[in-house]
């Protein structure tokens, strides 16, 4: 069977060959967040179902397509949708797409995700850059033997999420009004929600917010040498917060009511962290 860099070339080279778009920014768009994608210019859509090797999204919220087009005059290649540990795939097919961002060029990703808040200032609907994450998930995309070509066995994460980009997210924020927060996102399996003990535990070892997607993906993002931003939206507060209970339904009902805000702060970033990188 071909080994990980040849099935991602392999899916990256069909990604090329449908469009004359040579992006080097990416963006990941989570649960009732791909909105974005919808308003590109210039978009080639290819369904996750069209990409050799390429897994495929059960998540609801999650269209599963990839879209190549242009945020203004920034060309990005969108994930709409991811896939998940908790559906049944492996860390390496959770990762897959980010090696293949990794072989079309991309130079920076810009991860999104629907989390739920652990720290009390914040409320329903926030959007907090994430300065650090906690992999609780029990897996890791870079265990077994390494793969040079994708990079380094033992990739440093002090700043796995790039200090220069949430300085430019936070600039932005405040430029467009929206309450300033940055904080700690714990990534677990899932697909059950938290227990208020274990939300407390989270709470006492750091974390601020709680997820099941992210952390993986930025791993195998800074071990192919891309840079990474990543924020999330706070589509309810985590078990034990506030006293009820917890349901999709409220993280896709979030999302399309913060999705205009959520938008406008991704499109101001965009032109800068590609400044920034050309």
């Not at 392999?10 to 649960?31: D, E, H, K, Y």
């Not at 974005?36 to 050799?52: E, F, G, K, Q």
């Not at 265990?143 to 990079?151: A, K, L, Q, S, Y």
């Not at 003990?197 to 709470?203: C, F, G, N, Q």
């Amino acid at each position: 069977m071909p080994d990980q860099f040849t099935l991602a070339d392999s899916a990256a080279q069909l990604i090329l060959n449908r469009t004359a778009l040579r992006p080097q920014i990416a963006l990941v768009l989570g649960s009732g967040l791909g909105g974005l994608a919808d308003s590109l210019a210039d978009a080639t859509r290819i369904p996750y179902a069209d990409i050799p090797s390429f897994p495929r999204s059960t998540a609801i919220g999650h269209a599963g397509q990839r879209v190549i087009g242009n945020a203004g005059n920034v060309a990005v290649a969108a994930m709409q949708g991811r896939v998940h540990l908790y559906e049944g795939y492996s860390v390496q097919e959770v990762t897959f797409p980010i090696r293949v961002f990794a072989r079309i060029g991309i130079r920076a990703v810009i991860l999104t995700n629907a989390a739920g808040g652990i720290d009390r200032s914040y409320s329903q609907g926030a959007l907090v850059v994430i300065r650090d994450h906690i992999n609780l998930q029990g897996a890791n995309p870079l265990v077994g033997p390494n793969d040079d070509r994708f990079g380094l066995r033992f990739p440093d994460m002090t700043h796995a999420y790039a200090r220069e980009y949430r300085a430019i997210a936070r600039e932005e924020v405040a430029r467009l009004g929206i309450p300033q927060h940055e904080g700690v996102y714990a990534g677990l399996l899932g697909p059950s929600y938290e227990t208020p003990a274990e939300i407390e535990y989270l709470r006492r070892i750091g974390a601020d917010l709680v997820g099941m997607s992210t952390v993986a993906e930025v791993i195998a993002a800074r071990h192919a040498g891309i840079k990474v931003l990543a924020i999330s939206c706070v589509t309810n507060m985590a078990a034990g917060i506030l006293d009820q209970p917890l349901s999709h339904l409220e993280v896709m009902e979030t999302g399309e009511r913060v999705k205009t805000t959520f938008e406008a702060l991704l499109r101001a970033v965009l032109p800068r962290i590609e400044q920034l990188e050309s």
